[in-house]
């Protein structure tokens, strides 16, 4: 399986990056902000926006015991209901967001956290199936999600390889045909020395399957550094402003931020080329200053050129480099002064 079709798209190696811009909750339960996310999105080149359908009741317990309550992250001190009732996007917008989407010539899918969330999202038409990093150890999601048929995008944050392993297993005995991996740093912000990004090639390579990366970290390097490993998916957050606050503004971008992503991307994936030794249309006129053997003394016809008369320099007018052993102690058949370049012809 080296490669997946979104929407017609084909993801995979030798294909252009596929890039989501994640919404999550920046939306900040405003509808009109949601729709202005998706359409910067577009405007920064985004090829997709991701949604993430849940209600705070699917997700977690209303508890507020210690078992319930977040520590050691920016969340913390608050419980898991009440983060995910300011931070899940209402269910009754996501037909109008997937209308917008495809008016805007965007691809327009989601995570499913549950069964429910899986059938509302089949009822939309989505092209795809998300499955989040948390969720990737919940088997009996997997299968529903698989048994859409739908190809599938995994995020692996916090998965030992044996639970890699089993959801990957679970997913394609499932029906999944599909499947992308992300190699995922489930901190927020993620630092960069735990991105770990050479696990890129390895997930692809061992799993047959394309590989990418959702990210956490700030700014756009470590992205950008994916897709010289073989990324073939990027999915980052994106906010309209941080300053409006909300769960996921502290490590999402802003518009210009994600279009100067975009633009890496692309730039990073014309400079990766392809394996070559050929000399380009823009190398061939500075081959014309290669150096080249010239005479560097005024020399008479039928002198003997020895060591000080000839060296390598600057421009190829002369004969190449390789042939000064050749040409010493060979005669001149006419004058040569300083700058004339040696050619054969010059030479008894």
């Not at 100067?260 to 081959?287: F, I, M, N, P």
Request: proline fraction near 5%; hydrophobic fraction near 40%; charge should be negative.
């Amino acid at each position: 399986m080296s490669r997946i079709v979104i929407n017609g798209r084909a993801v995979g190696p030798g294909e252009p990056v596929y890039i989501v811009a994640e919404m999550s909750a920046n939306h900040g339960r405003d509808y009109d902000k949601a729709a202005r996310i998706m359409e910067a999105a577009k405007a920064a080149g985004a090829d997709a926006v991701k949604l993430q359908t849940y209600t705070a009741d699917t997700l977690t317990l209303k508890c507020d015991n210690e078992h319930f309550r977040i520590r050691d992250t920016i969340w913390a001190g608050r419980t898991l209901h009440d983060l995910y009732q300011e931070a899940y996007t209402p269910w009754e917008w996501q037909p109008r967001l997937k209308r917008l989407a495809d008016d805007l010539g965007l691809d327009c899918f989601s995570t499913p956290f549950d069964d429910s969330a899986v059938d509302f999202l089949e009822g939309l038409g989505v092209p795809a199936h998300k499955v989040a990093s948390f969720e990737l150890v919940d088997v009996g999601l997997l299968r529903r999600i698989a048994a859409t048929g739908k190809p599938v995008i995994m995020s692996t944050g916090m998965a030992s390889l044996e639970e890699v392993e089993e959801a990957v297993a679970t997913l394609r005995a499932g029906g999944c045909r599909e499947l992308c991996l992300l190699k995922c740093t489930s901190a927020y912000p993620a630092p960069p020395e735990e991105a770990n990004l050479r696990t890129i090639p390895d997930l692809a390579a061992r799993f047959a399957a394309p590989a990418g990366l959702s990210d956490h970290t700030l700014g756009h390097v470590v992205a950008v550094a994916a897709v010289a490993l073989g990324a073939c998916l990027l999915e980052k957050h994106l906010t309209f402003r941080r300053a409006d606050g909300g769960p996921d503004a502290a490590f999402s971008m802003e518009p210009e931020e994600f279009a100067d992503l975009v633009r890496a991307v692309r730039t990073t994936e014309k400079a990766l080329g392809r394996v070559s030794y050929e000399v380009t249309e823009k190398q061939r006129a500075s081959r014309a200053f290669r150096r080249s053997l010239f005479v560097v003394r005024d020399l008479r016809q039928g002198a003997v050129l020895e060591p000080g008369d000839v060296r390598s320099v600057r421009p190829s007018a002369g004969l190449h480099p390789r042939h000064l052993d050749e040409v010493l102690g060979r005669r001149l058949k006419r004058d040569a002064p300083l700058g004339t370049p040696l050619t054969w012809d010059l030479l008894e």
